[in-house]
């Protein structure tokens, strides 16, 4: 028997992000599609009746464009639309409005920035600009099986950007997915939600043997609503691939839908079947023209983008890479940092690095914990940066403990009450007076004879334990400082 | 008689009150009803609505300060949408449909007070040079019921010759207005490709769709010109540029202008007739101080073949919406999806948009669009340099509009390359998107003759300065047929 080969895997992306314009691509109707009752976002354009006509969305443009830019494409100055024939009947016009062989933005990349903290360059083909189709829904009406046809959908702006199959893993890919997202967001162009379908993906697949050139035999893999739905399908692509490898099958070049119930990839068409789309240049718009004055305007727009920031954080704050991650994973968390390290910047000394660091320590172990814990968003987050400061300051100056400054962060986190009120309300000033602590002291070292005895026998870290035990007896308020020397002494 | 004034005479009558609208309007009703028999010019029929809104005019007062074609009855090709007003392009498909909205260009004519007598037959998805393409039946020639009144514009040519109405509206993709116009003996207007907006006007062929009208007089074309030109924000390929006072061109003199007369447009097969007459046209204007120079547009011969590769395929694009699932015919019976399809649209086209659908799939079609669509669009260029070049040496061209005299009813109808022929000599000015003029200049055999005025793009004024100084010079344009009574005779 001939010895299992080793495969790689090779991965490319087709992604479209639906943009968050105000109107469609080609007419004035509101593009706030989602949720909305079937059929009540359309005009004549969207519906496709006869003698309608497509003006461009020149808003939609620009921020395709803008997207060009951040994965650092060649935008086209010259553009054009052609249209893509087939029947559908959620496709009102029978033909979609995309572009076919002179997209926007042409060669470049994403630089993604792998779990171990490395980064790779993905190769970006081509992001072009086109239309949504409507939707479908099947459903029952008076016991008949139908389909309904839902067109608010149709018509809204949506870009395609195609990477090159530089990917090489299921995780490579979802990070691709989740950076592509983090992008669009920070770019305001897109929420690039997967759930509500504001971005969607679809995989061409392949393996080849370990060191080979020549690319394999790729599959698409479809239907996948979520960036735990595509590392997995992906993985049980991988899985399938293998096996028909290992037994010399060979591999059929074909779409393949994603069954999330059932964990597996089914055949959907052959590419035998596949259509024949007749591209031809959109008569009903002229060529686009970019000149180099709105392509100036338009890369003025674009701000510094996360993976940008996130090399600086490290930078400028000294932040370790993971802490760095987190703080830009989104543009209203990154920008809360910075505002909170400037407040802490002026209202204290010390270097921009100290108090990078301590304002860091704060959010990633508290407001994110808090965020993480309800689902918030930074934006719905009730504590301004200048109130976390506050905070910080107290705990710097020993007003308040470590322990109750975290309990008092949570407590404004979610009542939008002051750190300087919480504290009040509370009683939870730190108590640092030599004479208000000793009897805590004293009654600690009564009640826990044992480890007085190993302290005394020499074993001084279950000084650490009593030291607890002091805090907890204080209900947190004990400077743990002045416990220590209050022990050191008393027990010497 | 009232019927046979132009649109600018009766407009005089109604500004100094010798005439109502409500009278105006009553005798183009009267004129319909005695012709429409005859003539089928008409799809749908407005003329209650029409009373009253003459009626509601009359009542206002004055139709000057309603606007430039206040009280004025006009006919709109049936592929015009019209909001409320059955619109079926002439086709089965489209056979019960209703829009939700005005063209642009209807919108216009109506807010400058025009009163719309109806929806004018024409040939199915204006797919044809005769009028036979309806699927609701043909229209006759006024001149001799036993002709084709020129096509697709079928029923605009034959109403206003007949004079129902002052002024109809047409689509001209390769002719559609300028042959009916010369095929009834009247005025036809092909603007300039950007010039009038497109929204709202099934289309055909989006890259050459012009949308023109079909008058009594020049000055009459001029004026609807100015009422309909200009940007419109719903369609992205009309521009901005300004609308001229083309009415005030119409006096201005001609001598020392230069007309070009394109020698490739002789072509073999053309009838003597039209030689003849067109001939006495281009010593009239020499007359008028004209120089006169030979030109060519050497690839002229290659334009038809173009058109019939370039049209198609945007037809197979564009009838793609018509598949019974929103609006129009639709198989309700049809046990899935599928065959709703086929069976909507097999019964639902008629023979001359599925050849068009059939061949535009081909030529687009991956392996194919190279050798087919691409290299068209190629050579279209050409025939655009070919004018560029000419009018680099002339002001205007002047040209037959047919090769032929209009032809009887089925002479051609099964023989569609015969029928492509007839636009032999109007196809090359879509293409190059530059504006045509057809004024009637003579008769034949009983039956009118057209030559065409063609002009750079955008300089329609130029044309109607032309053409106007050989209307008034010659009046052909106050011949009016008499509809199967004295047959042949003027």
């Known amino acids: 028997m001939v010895k299992n080969k080793e495969y790689e895997t090779v991965i490319g992306l087709e992604v479209h992000v639906e943009l968050a314009t105000k109107s469609k691509m080609f007419c004035s109707c509101s593009a706030d599609w989602f949720g909305e009752k079937p059929n009540t976002h359309n005009c004549p354009v969207c519906m496709g009746l006869p003698g309608a006509l497509p003006v461009p969305n020149g808003k939609a443009i620009e921020m395709c464009v803008k997207v060009g830019l951040a994965l650092n494409c060649t935008v086209a100055k010259e553009s054009k639309f052609d249209r893509k024939n087939y029947f559908y009947p959620d496709l009102p016009k029978g033909y979609q409005i995309s572009q076919f062989d002179q997209p926007l933005s042409v060669k470049g990349y994403l630089p993604l920035l792998l779990d171990d903290g490395t980064v790779k360059r993905i190769g970006i083909t081509r992001i072009h600009q086109e239309e949504d189709t409507g939707k479908l829904i099947h459903s029952v009406v008076d016991g008949k099986k139908v389909s309904l046809v839902d067109l608010n959908r149709s018509g809204v702006p949506l870009i395609e950007v195609v990477s090159e199959p530089d990917i090489s893993s299921p995780q490579e890919a979802k990070l691709f997915l989740q950076q592509m997202r983090q992008i669009v967001r920070y770019l305001e162009v897109s929420d690039g939600d997967m759930e509500k379908g504001s971005l969607r993906c679809d995989a061409n697949i392949s393996l080849r043997p370990k060191g080979d050139k020549k690319l394999g035999t790729k599959v698409e893999i479809k239907n996948m609503n979520s960036f735990r739905s595509v590392e997995r399908a992906l993985e049980s692509e991988i899985v399938r691939q293998t096996s028909l490898l290992n037994e010399e099958k060979k591999i059929v070049q074909e779409t393949r839908g994603w069954d999330e119930d059932k964990a597996k990839t089914f055949s959907q068409r052959s590419k035998e079947e596949s259509s024949d789309y007749r591209y031809f240049p959109e008569p009903d718009v002229p060529p686009m023209l970019l000149t180099e004055q709105q392509l100036t305007n338009i890369k003025k727009e674009i701000p510094e983008l996360g993976f940008e920031k996130y090399t600086r954080l490290q930078k400028e704050y000294g932040l370790s890479k993971k802490f760095a991650a987190i703080l830009t994973e989104s543009r209203n968390m990154a920008q809360f940092y910075e505002d909170a390290v400037s407040v802490l910047m002026k209202a204290s000394k010390g270097t921009k690095e100290q108090a990078g660091k301590d304002v860091a320590n704060w959010i990633v172990t508290g407001v994110m914990k808090y965020l993480n814990e309800t689902g918030a968003s930074i934006r719905e987050l009730l504590v301004e ?108 | 008689m009232q019927r046979f004034f132009t649109l600018t005479e009766a407009r005089e009558k109604l500004v100094k009150k010798e005439l109502s609208v409500t009278q105006l309007i009553e005798e183009a009703v009267t004129t319909i009803n005695t ?43 049936d592929n015009f949408c019209t909001k409320g007003v059955r619109t079926t392009a002439s086709s089965n498909i489209l056979g019960n449909y209703i829009p939700i909205y005005n063209a642009t260009v209807v919108d216009r004519y109506e807010k400058a007070g025009a009163i719309s007598v109806g ?106 010109l100015e009422v309909t030109a200009g940007k419109d924000i719903h369609d992205g390929t009309t521009v901005d540029k300004k609308v001229e006072s083309y009415t005030s061109f119409c006096g201005k003199p001609v001598k020392g202008m230069t007309i070009g007369i394109p020698k490739e447009y002789f072509v073999k097969g053309i009838e003597k007739e039209v030689v003849d007459a067109t001939e006495k046209a281009i010593e009239v204007y020499k007359s008028l101080g004209v120089k006169i120079k030979e030109v060519s547009l050497p690839h002229t011969e290659y334009a038809t073949a173009v058109y019939y590769i370039v049209t198609p395929s945007e037809v197979s694009s564009n009838l793609a919406r018509y598949d019974g699932v929103r609006y129009g015919y639709s198989d309700t019976e049809a046990p899935d999806m599928l065959s709703r399809y086929f069976n909507s649209r097999r019964d639902g086209f008629g023979a001359e948009a599925k050849r068009r659908i059939m061949i535009g799939t081909y030529a687009l079609s991956s392996g194919y669009y190279d050798a087919y669509y691409k290299k ?46 007839s636009d032999i000599l109007t196809i090359a ?62």
């Open chain 1, 385 to 492: 940066p200048a109130e976390l400061i506050e905070l910080i300051l107290f705990v710097r100056d020993g007003t308040v403990s470590q322990t109750a400054g975290a309990q008092i962060l949570d407590e404004m986190l979610r009542t939008d009450k002051s750190a300087r009120y919480i504290i009040e309300e509370k009683g939870l000033q730190q108590i640092s007076g030599t004479s208000e602590l000793e009897g805590i002291v004293d009654k600690v070292i009564r009640e826990h004879p044992e480890e007085v005895k190993k302290f005394k026998e020499g074993k001084t870290q279950v000084i650490g334990f009593l030291i607890g035990i002091g805090m907890k007896e204080s209900k947190g308020k004990a400077n743990p400082q002045v416990l220590k020397g209050l022990f050191d002494k008393k027990l010497k």
């Open chain 2, 376 to 421: 068209a669009q190629q050579v279209r260029t050409l025939v655009c340099d070919d004018f560029k070049k000419a009018f680099q040496k002339v002001d205007l061209l002047l040209a037959p509009v047919s090769p032929t005299l209009p032809f009887k009813i089925g002479e051609k109808a099964s023989d569609p390359l015969q029928m492509y022929l």
């Open chain 2, 429 to 490: 000015v879509n293409l190059a998107g530059v504006p045509g003029l057809a004024i009637p200049c003579g008769f034949a055999k009983g039956l009118p003759i057209g030559i065409q005025v063609i002009a750079p793009q955008f300089e329609e004024a130029k044309m109607f300065q032309a053409g106007y100084a050989y209307e008034q010079e010659t009046k052909w344009h106050t011949m009016h047929p008499t509809l199967g009574e004295n047959n042949g005779k003027k």
């Open chain 2, 119 to 224: 929806k004018l037959n024409c040939d199915a998805f204006a797919h044809g040079s005769s009028g036979e393409n309806s699927d609701f039946g043909p229209t006759k020639n006024p001149w001799n019921l036993e002709y084709v009144p020129g096509g697709s514009s079928s029923g605009s040519g034959a109403l206003v010759a007949s004079g129902g109405a002052f002024l109809a509206t047409g689509t001209d993709t390769g002719g559609s207005i300028r042959l009916p116009a010369s095929f009834c003996g009247i005025v036809g207007l092909k603007p300039s490709y950007g010039r009038v907006s497109r929204y709202g006007i099934v289309a055909m062929t989006s890259s050459t769709d012009s949308i023109g009208c079909l008058t009594r007089s020049v000055k009459d074309a001029a004026l609807a």
């Open chain 2, 35 to 77: 012709t429409e028999k005859k003539l089928h010019a008409f799809n749908t029929l407005t003329l209650e609505q029409a009373l009253e809104k003459a009626a509601k005019i009359d009542r206002q007062g004055t139709v000057k300060d309603i606007g430039p074609m206040g009280g004025i009855p006009i006919g709109y090709k």
